[in-house]
T-cell receptor, first 115, second 116 residues
Framework: AQSVTQLDSQVPVFEEAPVELRCNYSSSVSVYLFWYVQYPNQGLQLLLKYLSGSTLVKGINGFEAEFNKSQTSFHLRKPSVHISDTAEYFCAVSAHSSNTGKLIFGQGTTLQVKP | EADIYQTPRYLVIGTGKKITLECSQTMGHDKMYWYQQDPGMELHLIHYSYGVNSTEKGDLSSESTVSRIRTEHFPLTLESARPSHTSQYLC???????????????FGPGTRLTVL
């Protein structure tokens, strides 16, 4: 079984400041890792995913994440945030062996960018 | 452009009513999913489908049922709505030539259901 823990429920930050949203996972099998973003009144949209290769993954809108297998973490970062980045961010995993594509989500982190 | 639609976006209904939440996608994806999302909580998978005439229950027990008669359509039905069904319901689809576990899931905008 897999589980995902997002360590911060809310992250307030000023515009143009850097931000890190933390994600840790637990799994007895190898997993793929995802970050999704949900803007107000919209569905989830993929930011980035780690499948294999380089542990630093670049996504859309200037976001990047680093997979750390020893710490079972997949933290999301952006060097300079904009007001438009205000949204809910979800970390998720899927098991390598899954034939359903089922995603296990964390509880979400609300990023609040202040002017 | 990924297109997946859900209707209605908002629904307020009385206890005991039968409701159907619609989900359609135009991408030809074989896999479709229903998630339930409560405020401040993670999404929980309640149903999924591999393709036409294939449906399975997800991790979270749900009194809802689904059907998959056409590739593009994956409706969710509650025979008798109760206040405990109040939640947001998100539909998603995915498809690709590789393993399902690497696929990107594309989400609809959700239906926010309130049962009085």
């Amino acid at each position: 079984a897999q589980s995902v823990t997002q360590l911060d429920s809310q992250v307030p930050v000023f515009e143009e400041a850097p931000v890190e949203l933390r994600c840790n996972y637990s799994s007895s099998v190898s997993v793929y890792l995802f970050w999704y973003v949900q803007y107000p009144n919209q569905g989830l949209q993929l930011l980035l995913k780690y499948l294999s290769g380089s542990t630093l993954v670049k996504g859309i809108n200037g976001f990047e994440a680093e997979f750390n297998k020893s710490q079972t973490s997949f933290h999301l970062r952006k060097p300079s945030v904009h007001i438009s980045d205000t949204a809910e961010y979800f970390c998720a995993v899927s098991a390598h062996s899954s034939n359903t594509g089922k995603l296990i989500f964390g509880q979400g982190t609300t990023l609040q960018v202040k002017p | 452009e990924a297109d997946i639609y859900q209707t209605p976006r908002y629904l307020v209904i009385g206890t005991g009513k039968k409701i159907t939440l619609e989900c359609s996608q135009t991408m030809g994806h074989d896999k479709m999913y229903w998630y339930q999302q409560d405020p401040g909580m993670e999404l929980h998978l309640i149903h999924y489908s591999y393709g036409v005439n294939s449906t399975e229950k997800g991790d979270l027990s749900s009194e809802s049922t689904v059907s998959r008669i056409r590739t593009e359509h994956f409706p969710l039905t509650l025979e008798s709505a109760r206040p405990s069904h109040t939640s947001q319901y998100l539909c998603a689809s995915s498809g690709g030539s590789g393993a399902s576990s690497t696929d990107t899931q594309y989400f609809g905008p959700g239906t926010r259901l309130t049962v009085l």
